[in-house]
């Protein structure tokens, strides 16, 4: 079993910055592909960012592209996911996801087999 804790959501002004951690205990993720989802109020859960197991490969929605990094340090069984120039319509609850049996970097939730409990991000306008 693998346990995910993600951490860094809060509230800040749009334009602001910040930087969501996802701690994984339980088994190492090295092996696995990690993503970040997000979900606001009303609507779907949504991919946001993945990165595979090396690092050597990163995928974006376009909504976030250029705004959003993706990083991970193995030796610290930890995924980051640094959010810049964040605006209103980011305000969601973002999940943290590990996924060891594809070998793309998913953006489909289902294909991921452990989730976070999410934490909030909330960006005023």
């Known amino acids: 079993q693998v346990q995910l804790v993600e951490s860094g959501g809060g509230l800040v002004q749009a334009g602001g910055s910040l930087r969501l951690s996802c701690a994984a205990s339980?088994?190492?993720?090295?092996?696995?592909?990690m993503g970040w989802f997000r979900q606001a109020p009303g609507k779907e859960r949504e991919f946001v960012a993945g990165i595979s197991w090396s690092g050597s490969t990163a995928n974006f929605a376009d909504s976030v592209k250029g705004r959003f990094t993706i990083s991970r340090n193995n030796a610290k069984n930890t995924v980051y996911l640094q959010m810049n120039s964040l605006k209103p319509e980011d305000t969601a609850v973002y999940y943290c996801?590990?996924?060891?049996?594809?070998?793309?970097?998913?953006?489909?939730?289902?294909?991921?087999?452990?989730w976070g409990q999410g934490t909030q991000v909330t960006v005023s306008s």
């Open positions: 339980g088994r190492t993720v090295s092996r696995y592909t």
């Open positions: 996801a590990a996924d060891l049996l594809s070998v793309v970097v998913s953006t489909t939730p289902s294909e991921y087999e452990y």
